[in-house]
Structure formats: structure tokens, C-alpha cells
């Protein structure tokens, strides 16, 4: 049993580092600010998220893994709305009026 | 190992950009990625106190105050005469005393003696005495609670030295510039669900602060943090710092710990001295006010100088 | 397990300092407030790695104080941002 939870963690924790790698990439290589932001929010959501996911097979106890949704919630929330108040700036017209 | 290096690296790497950002905006945000990698190397290094409070007040509330500062700087140096910028001599100079202070901590930290001296056996023996599992919090509030007592002074002061730039005019009114609700709703909508639940978690880990990493600065910081949210976001407004209720939430904390601290002359004999039956009941009696009262000054200081006048 | 949470955690790392190099260029200010949110988000995953790697079960609650301030930091950003556009400097 452990060394499939082990598994599955190594698992999850691969693809979300594969996720942030995604996003790191695009945020160097993209070409206009927004596409960057678009990369950006993939590292936020699914790669914190894949990671939370892995490390909750690793949890001991219903409090920490509840802590580690949370801090993901939190992470997601804040990532969401940052990115439409980021993309509000980034506008090629500029923020509007 | 390579983590250690890797770490090590990318904080050092990260400072020098930081001082060599050429605009202050740059700077700012070097400063705040700064200070989220220290907190990375007190986790590595198995202190998790210090990287609470480095995550929350270092990487968090003085990066604000810093872009504040910077914001109410790009107005003054658009005016200010080009002649006025340092020489390069008072660089060098300033240069060379950060290398001088820096070579002395590294030789004193590399040339402690093995193993290094340490009180820890000794804060530990005692922790049953103060009522607390933490060390940490046990040395913050019971062994060197005066340091903490002097700390909780001086944060009152240096707000009282803030609110003395504010003009003339807009004396005793209200900090900081107006902010206007989010026409989208987009801020709204994010400060509405974050304040809550931060509020929550300030409050969580002030209380964990007795038997887990913890304590009363780092739950104060992210409740003032949550007020700031709240208040650029236009929700709330800032209160005039003339209003007696603000003051005396300033000044609560502070003098419950004197009081206290007087107290214990006649408990226990010396300043500070808790009697061990209730010396938990007296660090909470003591906590709770100085989170209110250091929630409430970080925030004001964030928030800056009065420039606005209070509507009568 | 432990070893695989390290490397995991250099990885990140390592991804985050590259997100950086977007602060030292970044052309706008955006681009800047982006790579701030980037290291938060990575700082969050790193210090979840480490603090399960190394035992440290607080670490989960640095990381929560850090998405907490990291949200903080860039509202404040922007918002330093929008009014730095608005004075036209």
C-alpha cells in the first residue's frame, strides 16, 4: 500500500513540476505580455495543484492534508484574480478608463 | 547539498540584482523575491519561526511599505535639482562598510567554536515552567519577554514619527490616498473571500503559537495585511488617526505588558516575573492585546502619513 | 522518498530562478509583477516539498502565510502600478 501511495506521489509531483516548467518557459519565451500571464496561471493551478496532490498520498491526517487543500485554494484564488487585474495593466491600450 | 548551493546561489543573485535594479519599482519587487528566498533557507535550516515571520513581515508588509515609499519618492525626485544624486565616492564608501559588516559576521559565524556555544539545553530544561511547548515563543514572552515588551515601544514610536510628517492642514486626518472600489469587481470580489479567510489564519497561527511555530507577530502580520487588502481595495476605509478607539487599540497591547511586567514585582518579585502557576494565563493575557496592537500599528504604518483631511 | 522531495524541490527551484530572469528583463512592469507571482507560487510548491522532505510539518503553515502575503504583495503592485500609469510617469 505504501509503496503505491509512494508511486502515485511521484507520480503527481512529476507532472506538476512538468507543469511549471511549462510555465516558466512560456513566461520567458512568450512573446507579449498576456500570453505570458496565459503561461503563467498553468504553473499556478495545475502545477501547485499536481504537487498538492502528490503530497497529499504523503499526508498524516486529515488536518494537514485539509491544510494542504488549502493552501492550493488560496494559491488558485489569489493567482485568478491577480491575473485579471495584471492583464488589466498589460492591455495594449493600457488599463481602461 | 545542491539544494543548499542552488538556494544559496539564487539569494545571492537575487540581492545583488536587487541593488543594482535602476528603478525603485524594479528594486521593490527584487526586495519581496528576496525576502520569500530567505524564508526558503529558514525552512532548510530548520527554524520555523523565523521563516513565519520572514514570509509575512520581510517578503509581505515591508515590500509595500518600501513600493509606498518609492511611489511618494518618484514625486519628490521629479523636482528634486540632478546634482543632488550621491557621488560615487559615498557609494564606495557605503560599499565598503556593507563588505566590512558582512567579512565580520561571516568570520564570527565560521569561527565559533566546536560545537557552538548555546543556552538552548538550558531554555529547554525550563519550557514546562512558562506553560508552553514552543521554545521559541517561550524565549519571545517569558525569558527575554522585556526585548519584546521594548519591541512593541518602539513599533508605537516609530508610527508616532510617521504621523508626524503628515502637513499642516491634514493633521490628525486620514492615511494614505483614497482608493476606489473596483469598478469590475474583480478586487472586490478577491479581498471579499481572501480577508476572511486570512483573518482565520491569523488567528490560527497566533494561537498555535504556544506549542507550534507560531506566535503573536506573525498572526499580527497577516491580520494587518488582510486590513490593507481590505482597505485598497476600497472597501474599507482608513479611520483618522485623530480617532480615540484607533489609539487606544495602539496603545493596549504595550501597556498590558507593562502593567504586567509591573505586576510581577509584587507576584514574583522582579519585572516580568511570572508566577509559574499562572504564568500561561498571564502570556495570553499579555498576547492578545499586543496582536491587536501590532496588527493595527503595522498596518497604519504601511499605510503612511494622513493626506487627506477628515470630513467633519 | 525523501531524496525524490529534494530533487523535486531543486527542480522548482531552479524554475523559479529562471522565472526570474523574466524580473531582470521584463520590458513592462507586468511582466515583473508576473515573475513576483511566479516565485510565490514556486516558493509555495518549494517549501511544500521541503517541509515533507525534511519533516517540518510548520513548513505547510509558511506556506500558507506565503500565498496569503504573496496574494497581498501583488494586489499592491498592481495597484502601485495602475497609479504610477495614472500620474504618467
Known amino acids: 500500500m505504501t509503496l503505491a501511495l509512494d508511486g502515485l506521489t511521484i507520480l503527481a509531483v512529476c507532472a506538476g513540476a512538468f507543469f511549471f516548467l511549462a510555465g516558466t518557459v512560456g513566461l520567458l519565451r512568450f512573446p507579449d505580455p498576456l500570453s505570458r500571464l496565459h503561461a503563467l496561471t498553468k504553473a499556478d493551478n495545475l502545477g501547485l495543484g499536481l504537487i498538492v496532490l502528490g503530497l497529499l498520498f504523503q499526508a498524516g491526517g486529515l488536518l494537514a492534508a485539509l491544510k494542504l487543500i488549502g493552501v492550493w485554494l488560496l494559491a488558485l484564488l489569489a493567482g485568478a484574480s491577480i491575473s485579471q487585474l495584471i492583464a488589466r495593466t498589460a492591455r495594449p491600450g493600457g488599463p481602461p478608463a | 547539498m545542491v539544494f543548499d548551493i542552488g538556494l544559496a546561489v539564487l539569494v545571492l543573485g537575487v540581492a545583488v540584482w536587487t541593488t543594482a535594479a535602476r528603478d525603485a519599482f524594479a528594486a521593490v519587487v527584487g526586495f519581496v523575491a528576496y525576502g520569500l528566498l530567505l524564508a526558503l533557507v529558514w525552512v532548510r535550516i530548520a527554524a520555523p519561526d523565523v521563516a513565519l515571520t520572514e514570509a509575512a513581515i520581510g517578503g509581505g508588509v515591508t515590500g509595500v511599505l518600501l513600493l509606498g515609499a518609492g511611489t511618494r519618492l518618484r514625486a519628490i525626485e521629479a523636482t528634486a535639482p540632478a546634482g543632488e544624486k550621491p557621488g560615487s565616492g559615498l557609494q564606495l564608501a557605503a560599499g565598503m562598510l556593507c563588505v566590512f559588516v558582512t567579512g565580520g559576521l561571516a568570520a564570527i559565524v565560521l569561527l565559533l567554536p566546536e560545537p557552538a556555544p548555546t543556552l538552548a539545553p538550558l531554555a529547554a530544561a525550563h519550557l514546562a515552567g512558562t506553560g508552553l511547548d514552543n521554545p521559541v515563543t517561550a ?70 503559537g504556544s506549542v507550534a511555530p507560531g506566535g503573536e507577530f506573525q498572526g499580527a502580520t497577516i491580520l494587518a495585511a488582510m486590513w490593507l487588502l481590505a482597505m485598497m481595495a476600497g472597501l474599507v476605509e482608513a479611520p483618522p488617526v485623530s480617532r480615540r478607539w484607533l489609539r487606544l487599540v495602539l496603545v493596549i497591547g504595550p501597556l498590558t505588558f507593562l502593567a504586567i511586567g509591573l505586576a510581577g514585582f509584587g507576584m514574583s518579585g522582579a519585572f516580568l516575573a511570572y508566577p509559574e502557576a499562572y504564568a500561561k494565563l498571564l502570556i495570553l493575557t499579555i498576547e492578545v492585546p499586543v496582536t491587536l496592537s501590532i496588527a493595527a500599528t503595522l498596518a497604519l504604518l504601511v499605510a503612511g502619513p494622513p493626506e487627506r483631511a477628515q470630513q467633519r | 522518498m525523501a531524496e525524490f522531495m529534494i530533487a523535486a524541490a531543486i527542480f522548482v527551484l531552479a524554475m523559479v530562478a529562471l522565472g526570474l530572469a523574466r524580473i531582470l528583463w521584463g520590458p513592462s512592469d507586468a511582466d515583473r509583477i508576473m515573475a513576483a507571482q511566479l516565485l510565490g507560487t514556486g516558493g509555495v510548491a518549494t517549501l511544500l516539498l521541503l517541509g515533507e522532505a525534511m519533516s517540518v510539518p510548520a513548513a505547510v503553515d509558511v506556506a500558507l502565510i506565503l500565498a496569503l502575503l504573496a496574494a497581498f504583495v501583488s494586489v499592491a503592485f498592481v495597484k502601485g502600478v495602475a497609479s504610477s500609469e495614472a500620474d504618467g510617469a
Request: hydrophobic residues 60%.
Open chain 2, 139 to 208: 524565549v519571545l514572552m517569558a525569558y527575554r519577554a522585556i526585548d519584546t515588551l521594548l519591541e512593541t515601544v518602539v513599533l508605537a514610536l516609530a508610527l508616532i514619527g510617521i504621523w508626524s510628517l503628515a502637513p499642516d492642514g491634514v493633521w490628525g486626518g486620514l492615511p494614505g490616498p483614497r482608493h476606489h472600489i473596483d469598478s469590475d469587481g474583480v478586487l472586490t470580489f478577491l479581498v471579499q473571500l481572501l480577508a476572511p479567510v486570512g483573518i482565520l489564519v491569523g488567528i490560527h497561527i497566533f494561537w498555535i
